[in-house]
């Protein structure tokens, strides 16, 4: 079966390549992509591309600790007011969503749709009315993530402002791996010591950007496609009105203050997030916004 629903999770499999070929998990907690399996262009052996820490929370108790988490709608502490109750990160990755529909099952590939509107968890810290659709798509090396925000409120609801973020969790030896093009880019250092560093812009000089030291790198305006790259693999991020881009990795020292990051965990990955997260999309009452990525494995 294409499509396996289980009661915490969805699990696509492609049909084309039977058990050999891809295949995803997409937990109802958070509409989280926890595993996404796919062979590179020269082999038929699925390998697990996505991070997920061995000391994740997988049972709904916390956000999980690697795959990809949608963040929304808000990207780090709130700083709109209509975010104000929110925790870092928002909603949309702490609140279990529901399966909706098969959207597509052939010979291309998989897709599945999953929704979350507002319950009362979420009313009594955000009280804008909206709509979320997820879609996961599996090709044979692709998979893709459209997440649809619509303004359900009426014509004299306030346009919605938002943040939103894919905070992709790519399976990469983190000392070896490289990301660009993001030269010349203004990019904004989360790990400066001082609120005013942290605003101030740097640019970004490297032609492939590591992260060998503690990483929290917000770019703005950012070309929306990126070469993540280590010397036996090859990843493709390209992103669809995502025009910023985050790479995150914290290394030893403070991958070890995070409590659910397995040990050495750190190692294991790069962070690199596409996302809307400087300044905030503005969605009249009644419209649809679509932001999408799309990662191919190239090999
Ligand atoms: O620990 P979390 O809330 O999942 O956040 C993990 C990371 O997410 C993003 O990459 C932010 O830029 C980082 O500042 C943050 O540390």
Same mark, same amino acid.
């Given at each position: 079966?294409?499509?396996?629903?289980?009661?915490?999770?969805?699990?696509? @499999?492609?049909?084309?390549?039977?058990?050999?070929?891809?295949?995803?998990?997409?937990?109802?907690?958070?509409?989280?992509?926890?595993?996404?399996?796919?062979?590179?262009?020269?082999?038929?052996?699925?390998?697990?591309?996505?991070?997920?820490?061995?000391?994740?929370?997988?049972?709904?108790?916390?956000?999980?600790?690697?795959?990809?988490?949608?963040?929304?709608?808000?990207?780090?502490?709130?700083?709109?007011?209509?975010?104000?109750?929110?925790?870092?990160?928002?909603?949309?990755?702490?609140?279990?969503?529901?399966?909706?529909?098969?959207?597509?099952?052939?010979?291309?590939?998989?897709?599945?749709?999953? *929704?979350?509107?507002?319950? +009362?968890?979420? @009313?009594?810290?955000?009280?804008? +009315?909206?709509? $979320?659709?997820?879609?996961?798509?599996?090709?044979?090396? @692709? $998979?893709?993530?459209?997440?649809?925000?619509?303004?359900?409120?009426?014509?004299?609801?306030?346009?919605?402002?938002? @943040?939103?973020?894919?905070?992709?969790?790519?399976?990469?030896?983190?000392?070896?791996?490289?990301?660009?093009? $993001?030269?010349?880019? *203004?990019?904004?250092?989360?790990?400066?010591?001082?609120?005013?560093?942290?605003?101030?812009?740097?640019?970004?000089?490297?032609?492939?950007?590591?992260?060998?030291?503690?990483?929290?790198?917000?770019?703005?305006?950012?070309?929306?496609?990126?070469?993540?790259?280590?010397?036996?693999?090859?990843?493709?991020?390209?992103?669809?009105?995502?025009?910023? %881009?985050? %790479?995150?990795?914290?290394?030893?020292?403070?991958?070890?203050?995070?409590?659910?990051?397995?040990?050495?965990?750190?190692?294991?990955?790069?962070? %690199?997030?596409?996302?809307?997260?400087?300044?905030?999309?503005?969605? +009249?009452?009644?419209?649809?916004?679509?932001?999408?990525?799309?990662?191919?494995?190239?090999?």
């Amino acid at each position: 079966m294409p499509v396996v629903q289980k009661v915490d999770r969805v699990i696509l @499999q492609h049909p084309k390549t039977g058990n050999q070929g891809s295949s995803a998990e997409i937990l109802l907690y958070g509409a989280t992509v926890v595993s996404w399996k796919a062979p590179s262009p020269t082999s038929n052996e699925p390998v697990e591309r996505l991070f997920v820490s061995g000391k994740a929370a997988l049972d709904g108790s916390k956000p999980v600790r690697g795959g990809i988490p949608v963040v929304f709608p808000c990207f780090g502490a709130p700083t709109h007011p209509t975010h104000a109750k929110l925790p870092q990160h928002g909603f949309a990755r702490n609140n279990v969503w529901t399966f909706n529909s098969i959207v597509m099952d052939n010979e291309a590939g998989v897709s599945v749709k999953l *929704s979350l509107g507002p319950n +009362p968890t979420i @009313q009594q810290q955000y009280d804008h +009315p909206f709509h $979320l659709d997820f879609v996961v798509t599996l090709a044979e090396h @692709q $998979l893709s993530t459209d997440l649809h925000v619509k303004n359900t409120g009426l014509s004299t609801t306030p346009p919605m402002e938002f @943040q939103a973020l894919f905070h992709n969790y790519i399976r990469a030896p983190a000392n070896d791996v490289r990301v660009s093009p $993001l030269t010349g880019l *203004s990019f904004y250092d989360k790990t400066e010591a001082t609120e005013e560093a942290r605003a101030t812009s740097k640019m970004e000089t490297r032609e492939g950007v590591d992260v060998t030291k503690f990483t929290d790198s917000v770019y703005e305006n950012a070309p929306g496609r990126y070469d993540v790259v280590w010397p036996s693999g090859a990843i493709e991020v390209r992103t669809i009105n995502m025009k910023d %881009v985050v %790479v995150w990795n914290p290394q030893e020292e403070a991958g070890a203050k995070i409590g659910d990051m397995e040990t050495g965990g750190w190692e294991k990955y790069i962070c %690199v997030e596409p996302g809307y997260v400087r300044g905030y999309v503005k969605l +009249p009452a009644g419209e649809t916004w679509v932001g999408q990525q799309v990662l191919t494995v190239k090999v």
